[in-house]
Every structure is written in C-alpha cells, then in structure tokens.
C-alpha cells in the first residue's frame, strides 16, 4: 500500500480488499463496552479541517482514539490560517510537532497532494474540494459488502450533484477496481466535462435505471459550490433526481439506498425513504468509523497485529 491515500485510485484491488477485511474484523470492537485498543499507541494524528464538517471529523477523531493514538484538532477558524499563514507553513509547523499521520480536508482541490510533499508523516485525504474523499468510498463499499456481500458485477447508481462531488469520484474510482458496474444519473449541467473518460455508464434517466440497481447512492446538492443556476428550481430537481416513495417502491426489493450524508430531506431522498430499513444511512456513520480506523492502522501501524497483544 501506500503512505498517503490522496485518491481512490491510489488503492489496487489487493490494497482495497485488505482495508475493507481490516475494518471488518476491527468492527468486533466497536460492540465491546470498551471500544479500545492500544495499536496506535505513542502516535500522533493530527486532524487538518479547513472545511466545515460533521460526520468526516468526528469519524476520524473517534477511529483514532479507539486505537489509542494521541489526537490534536485543528480548524482552520480560530488557528493562524485566518491570519494569512499558507497551507506550507502550517504543515511545517505541523511537521515540527511530529505527526505520524495528517488527515486533512480542504476547500481545494489538490490540497492534501501538495501537503503530502512537505510532510513525513501520512496524508489521508478527507475531502478536497470537488476532486476526492477516499474514505467515503471505502466506508461506501464496506457498507455495500455488509448488506449485499461481494461486489463484483453488482449495479450501483449514483445519483444527483456528480459534478461538485468528491463523494461520486472517489466511489466511481474504487468501485471500479472492485468490479462492480457503475452508473451515474444526473441532469447533462451536473455532470463534469471529463465524466466520458471515467469508468462508469452516464445516464439523464433516473426512473430507466432504478429497477435494475442493487445500490441507488443519493448525491447532496452542493448549493454552497454553485455559482451559477445548474438547473430551473428545486422542485423541479426533485421532481426528475429525486428519491421518492413512488421512485423508491420501483426498485428491487432488495436493493438499498445510501447518502453520505449531510442529506437535504424532501430534496434529494424522502423522509420516508431515508428512515426506512433498507436506507443505510447510519449504518455508513458507523461504518465510517471502523473503515476509518482500518486504514489508520494500515497507514501508521507497522507490523504489529491490529486486534491481539494487551487489550
Ligand atoms: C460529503 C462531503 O463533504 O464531501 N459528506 C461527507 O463527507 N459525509 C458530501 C456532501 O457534503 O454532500
């Protein structure tokens, strides 16, 4: 594997697999009263957001902290980012302190690439910009495994804000590499110009591609990264792209429906279809966690067992 996971595509299959079989075996502790192990033990990880964040920041401070490793925050608000300092001279700073592991998000794109040149330490990508969030797409797929098992030749529609969504690019690349067969569905102003050289189908047709999915996945629209009008109104978005219930008894009955979350009910999915048993919405915070913790350990923890030792 590599040091850094700056992308999706930085994983093989060998690679991907050993991550989502780490996090699966890592998840037995996350039932235990005490969801503690001491693999990361006398290292440092440091979390870099210069985004607003939810579920990314609390999953890897959690994943940390459950393999015991020392864990500094860091939002850009508040720090001397606000004072003009650049990304360099905060991962120098950061390099001064000696962190093992530097999990950053940022607003740009290629952000954690160019970190990952200044630092020793290994970089995990949280999000940049509208290019990647490897994690996402590992936590996805964990998710997918758990509820469907294997995912080669398994259908897995993406729908909704593909052009701003890391989440779409990094799923796209890593479901790829496992073998499954992609689609992503969106109106032709939400796709980015490139999409054609990507490994998937592309179709504007929601209602033709839903029935024959395992997984229809439920993109955000990032209106905070639109500056101009992608399409007429939101009622119209959701009346095409939308996951209704008439949308949702459409589908197989055992395929599921996913969002990385944050979601915009009435938006983009239904109350009703994301609170319902075969939404795995939670599911893919929990998720986060042991994936999250998977690949810290593969990253920072050397030779040593992930589960064994003194517990
Ligand atoms: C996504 C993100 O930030 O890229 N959320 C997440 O990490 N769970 C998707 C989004 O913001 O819509």
Known sequence: MKRH????????????????DTAEELAQISSRSIK????????????????????????FEAAAKRLSADVINFSAKGSSVSKGESLKDTALTLEAMGADGVVIR?????????????????????GDGTHEHPTQALLDAFTMRR??????????????????SRVARSNVLLLHTLGADVTLVAPPTLFPIAVDTWPCQ?????????????????????????NAAYFPTA????????????????????????HPGPMVRGMEIAAEVADSPRST???????????????????????????????
Not at 5 to 20: H, P
Not at 38 to 51: S, W
Not at 202 to 223: C, E, F, G, N, T
Not at 285 to 311: C, F, H, K
């Open 5 to 20: 996971l700056i992308s999706a595509a930085d994983l093989t299959r060998d690679d991907a697999l050993l991550i989502l």
């Open 36 to 59: 503690k192990l001491p693999t990361l033990r006398g290292r440092t990880v440091v979390n870099l957001f210069f985004e607003d964040s939810t579920r990314t920041r609390i999953s």
């Open 106 to 126: 940022h607003g740009a794109s290629g952000a954690p690439h160019r970190l990952a040149t200044w630092v020793h330490g290994s970089v995990v990508n949280a």
């Open 147 to 164: 509820r469907l098992g294997d995912l080669e030749g398994r259908k897995i529609t993406i729908v909704g804000d593909v052009l701003h």
């Open 202 to 226: 592309i179709s504007y047709d929601l209602d033709a591609v839903l029935p024959k999915s395992d997984v229809v996945m439920m993109l955000r629209v990032q209106a905070e990264r639109m």
């Open 235 to 258: 009622r119209e978005y959701s009346r095409r792209y939308g996951l209704d219930l008439a949308r949702f008894g459409r589908m197989q009955e055992h395929a599921i429906v996913m």
């Open 281 to 311: 919405i939670v599911e893919q915070v929990a998720n986060g966690v042991t994936t999250r913790m998977a690949v810290l350990y593969l990253l920072l923890g050397g030779s040593e067992p992930a589960i064994g030792g003194d517990q």
